[in-house]
């Protein structure tokens, strides 16, 4: 069982920045990706971000590509994504999640982070 918790401050004005973190625990945690989805009111869940495990490879959506950095720390088990010039509708809850080893796809969540971005 992996259990994900994300933090990060959730006001900022648009133009701003900011940085959300996720810490995964387990008794053995092996990831094969970990990612940021995100969901707005009214609309469906969305990808926003995934970093490779083992490389560090990078994804993201066109809609934050180049404003939004994601990154790892193995040691630890946890990501982290920069977000910088950030518009307002970025406003979203944001969910960390985990694609551990044997699975196909994204099979742990946080509990999600509400992230609001002001006008």
């Known amino acids: 069982q992996v259990q994900l918790v994300e933090s990060g401050v959730v006001l900022v004005q648009a133009g701003g920045s900011l940085r959300v973190s996720c810490a995964a625990s387990a008794r053995t945690f092996s990831a094969v990706a970990m990612g940021w989805f995100r969901q707005a009111p009214g609309k469906e869940r969305e990808f926003v971000a995934s970093i490779r495990w083992s490389g560090g490879t990078t994804y993201y959506a066109d809609s934050v590509k180049g404003r939004f950095t994601i990154s790892r720390d193995i040691r630890k088990n946890t990501i982290s994504m920069q977000m910088d010039r950030l518009k307002p509708e970025d406003t979203a809850v944001y969910y960390c999640?985990?694609?551990?080893?044997?699975?196909?796809?994204?099979?742990?969540w946080g509990q999600g982070t509400q992230v609001t971005v002001s006008s």
């Open positions: 999640a985990t694609q551990t080893v044997g699975s196909d796809r994204y099979n742990y």
